[in-house]
């Protein structure tokens, strides 16, 4: 019979790995008789399985997050008239967005959050986000967008800027 000491839970930082507790709570469940080593098979399986679609899942996540960080940058760079590189140097050195913006700071605040817009009315086309949701967050687009772009430290383009992390709408 399984006890809780027999069973042991592994951990990430396990030298056997994270699959380690799994594959091993399932031996002994087949050893034990309580389930069959089909039965252990298909469970395996599945947890498997779950992984290799939360890893894809995760992947894509991250290449949208990039994807809307580079669309970004280069939206800022290109309504500011000025290089990517630079603006991430300035901003790295203490400069906020909207200062770098300088006279186009309205023009850079309606860009962004033309952009939100767009990007928040393709999730709803997508099915990802409903009506109700849009309108409310479209209704802070505009504070949002104004107060990172008026955030020190890189918080527009920055690699953990808060305009360029990507579809946090």
Same mark, same amino acid.
């Given at each position: 019979?399984?006890?809780?000491? #027999?069973?042991?839970?592994? #951990?990430?930082?396990?030298?056997?790995?994270?699959?380690? @507790?799994?594959?091993?709570?399932? #031996?002994? +469940?087949?050893?034990?008789?309580?389930?069959?080593?089909?039965?252990?098979?298909?469970?395996?399986?599945? $947890?498997?399985d $779950? %992984?290799?679609? !939360?890893?894809?899942?995760?992947?894509?996540?991250?290449?949208?997050?990039? =994807?809307?960080?580079?669309? *970004?940058?280069?939206? &800022?760079?290109?309504? +500011?008239?000025?290089?990517a590189a630079?603006?991430? #140097?300035?901003? &790295?050195a203490?400069?906020?967005?909207? =200062?770098i913006?300088?006279?186009?700071?309205? *023009?850079?605040?309606?860009?962004? *959050?033309? $952009?939100?817009?767009?990007?928040?009315?393709?999730? &709803?086309t997508?099915?990802?986000?409903?009506? @109700?949701q849009?309108? =409310? %967050?479209?209704?802070?687009?505009?504070?949002?967008?104004?107060?990172?772009?008026? =955030?020190?430290?890189?918080?527009? !383009?920055?690699?953990?800027?808060? !305009?360029?992390?990507?579809p946090?709408?």
């Amino acid at each position: 019979a399984l006890t809780a000491g #027999s069973v042991g839970v592994a #951990s990430a930082h396990d030298a056997a790995g994270k699959g380690a @507790a799994k594959t091993t709570i399932l #031996s002994e +469940l087949v050893k034990a008789g309580t389930i069959t080593q089909a039965q252990a098979d298909a469970i395996s399986k599945k $947890f498997d399985d $779950f %992984k290799a679609t !939360m890893d894809a899942n995760k992947a894509a996540n991250q290449a949208a997050r990039d =994807a809307h960080h580079a669309a *970004v940058e280069a939206l &800022v760079a290109s309504t +500011l008239g000025i290089d990517a590189a630079t603006i991430k #140097s300035r901003l &790295v050195a203490g400069e906020t967005l909207a =200062a770098i913006a300088g006279t186009k700071k309205d *023009v850079l605040i309606a860009a962004l *959050v033309a $952009f939100e817009t767009k990007e928040i009315d393709a999730r &709803v086309t997508a099915g990802t986000l409903t009506a @109700a949701q849009a309108t =409310a %967050k479209k209704a802070d687009l505009t504070a949002h967008v104004t107060a990172a772009i008026n =955030a020190v430290g890189g918080k527009g !383009m920055g690699p953990k800027g808060g !305009m360029g992390k990507g579809p946090r709408h």
